[in-house]
């Protein structure tokens, strides 16, 4: 039997921009916000002397269907685009088969998690499994980087929280229904390269943030789901800063290190006649050395976009829609 599964592989894939934020239990239904208080976390970008421009949106990977249809704007920045960059190509995570073989061909090569963990955290993970009806022969063969992703996978899973309704997956659909040009910034293997050499104790300490939020009821995605509503650069990334206490190393490799990265192939693309859309978690658009932060040390001009249609959320009960 294999030990991932479709479903973990995009959930846990598209959550690690996110892993601090925790995605969790029981998120309560958001009130609805009104089209004035909603602003994209999405910025234009161009340069004095390169013929590119750039709409970078800062997005959120998991959603829950309470959080659809997305707002106006974020499709029709789509529309616009010559080309769309997200942070993996949608023809690598559409392949789930090569990329269910290729984390177990990595799994296999590493020490299972269960030895490396305090048995506090392996029996709070058992009970997690035992709470979903999951094997745990299978998790006992799980390599960290796979038993975080199984962690998120499920947090997700228990909040109603899944990539399908997160952003990436809504734009990724609807570029491929325009017929867009699509890449990525890197690859399944790249994400599974992060946690290389990232001390036990720091991946230990973010499994437990998960499952203490899960316990808690998930108040800090509740919190982060409603900043990205809103567009609130500050309290989104104050979130998310504060989420990395204990875990300097991951949070250098899973934020930082994958920015920078990043930032040399965006600034290629202004160098290219048109506009390229780049939709990435929006922990690595705001706050230091984020994408932003990067432009605005070269000679860029960065405009906070405007959206031709003022879209607003909605929810699933017509008597809660904005008036």
Partial sequence: MSLVNSSIITQ???????????????????????????????????????????????????LRRADNPLPKYLYEFVEKADKIVFEIAPSELDNTDATAQLIEQENALQIPAVEQLSPNTVRRLRNL???????????????????????????????GARPEFGVDFQLMRHARNLGKETSGL??????????????????????????????AGGAEVRKL??????GDVEEFYTIIDKSFPNSP???????????????????????????????????????????????SRTEASIERAKAKSRGFWVTRRAENKPK
Avoid at 48 to 54: C, F, N, Q, S, V
Avoid at 225 to 230: N, S, V
Avoid at 252 to 280: I, P
Wanted: a negative charge; aromatic letters at 6%.
């Fill in 12 to 62: 846990g894939l598209t959550g690690f921009a996110l892993l601090a934020a925790c995605f969790s239990a029981a998120l309560a239904e958001e009130t609805p916000f009104s089209v004035e208080e909603c602003k994209p976390l999405a910025w234009e970008i161009t340069h004095p002397t390169k013929p590119g421009d750039i709409t970078l949106i800062g997005s959120i990977h998991l």
């Fill in 129 to 159: 499994l035992s709470d979903h009806q999951l094997s745990q022969t299978h998790w006992d063969e799980q390599a960290l980087f796979l038993t975080l992703m199984t962690a998120t996978s499920l947090a997700g899973t228990e909040a």
């Fill in 186 to 215: 890197e690859t399944v293997s790249d994400q599974i390269a992060i946690f290389d050499d990232v001390p036990v104790d720091e991946i230990e300490d973010v499994i437990l943030s998960t499952l203490d939020d899960i316990e």
């Fill in 249 to 295: 190393v991951l949070k250098q490799k899973l934020l930082h290190d994958r920015t920078a990265k990043w930032f040399s192939r965006l600034e290629q693309a202004l160098e290219m006649e048109g506009n390229t859309l780049v939709v990435v978690g929006a922990a690595h658009v705001m706050g230091k050395d984020s994408l932003l932060e990067r432009f």
């Fill in 225 to 230: 789901i409603r900043a990205w509503r809103l």
